[in-house]
């Protein structure tokens, strides 16, 4: 699966719009670009489970670590990427684990809320007679916003030679706590 969206995010006091580009190749491969105003890669965070890669181009850095770690670190939230495929197709069947997920469905049957650990989403609109999230609202512990699909592809070409977490020349490794405070300076 293959999409962009606008996601109006809010984190640590700092607020930001941008882009999301995103490529899911089950099972646990997929690459999630964060866009500025003029297209800009932001960050990257390249995914071959159960390792993740968070790229900062401003920076020339990149940080190797733990899937959960690295989304919970540049994204605010430790979400898989079944369950980010789950939220955005609005399929909690089998082989998402619905596991400690509380949804609430529509009267159409489709999961329109949930909640888990200290996150939360809700399908505030959802695309003509179907399942796919087309605008949803979310809240972690340390992150909320908005998020609205504006494109969704599930006819990829060749994803796997994609979605490979390839470090640009130049870039230097650093540690989550160099990581986090690198986001820090760049809020």
């Known amino acids: 699966m293959e999409g962009y969206a606008s996601i109006r995010y809010n984190r640590g006091g700092a607020s930001v719009?941008?882009?999301?580009?995103?490529?899911?190749?089950?099972?646990?491969?997929?690459?999630?670009?964060?866009?500025?105003?003029?297209?800009?890669?932001?960050?990257?965070?390249?995914?071959?489970?159960?390792?993740?890669?968070?790229?900062?181009?401003?920076?020339?850095?990149f940080w190797r670590g733990l899937r959960r770690e690295v989304f919970e670190t540049g994204l605010g939230?430790?979400?898989?990427?079944?369950?980010?495929s789950a939220l955005l197709l609005g399929r909690w069947d089998d082989p998402v684990p619905a596991e400690g997920w509380t949804l609430e469905r529509d009267p159409d049957g489709r999961a329109a809320a949930g909640r888990r650990a200290g996150f939360e989403f809700r399908i505030e609109e959802f695309f003509p007679a179907s399942s796919i999230a087309r605008k949803l609202t979310f809240r972690g512990e340390e992150s909320a916003g908005t998020l609205a699909l504006l494109s969704i592809d599930f006819n990829m070409s060749d994803p796997e030679a994609r979605i490979g977490s390839s470090i640009p020349p130049g870039y230097a490794r650093?540690?989550?706590?160099?990581?986090?405070?690198?986001?820090?300076?760049?809020?």
């Open 77 to 84: 939230f430790p979400l898989s990427l079944p369950e980010i």
């Open 17 to 61: 719009k941008s882009r999301l580009a995103f490529l899911l190749a089950p099972p646990g491969r997929g690459r999630l670009e964060v866009l500025g105003p003029l297209n800009q890669r932001l960050f990257e965070v390249s995914v071959d489970e159960p390792e993740a890669v968070l790229i900062l181009p401003s920076k020339k850095a």
């Open 174 to 187: 650093v540690s989550r706590a160099e990581m986090e405070k690198l986001l820090r300076d760049e809020n």
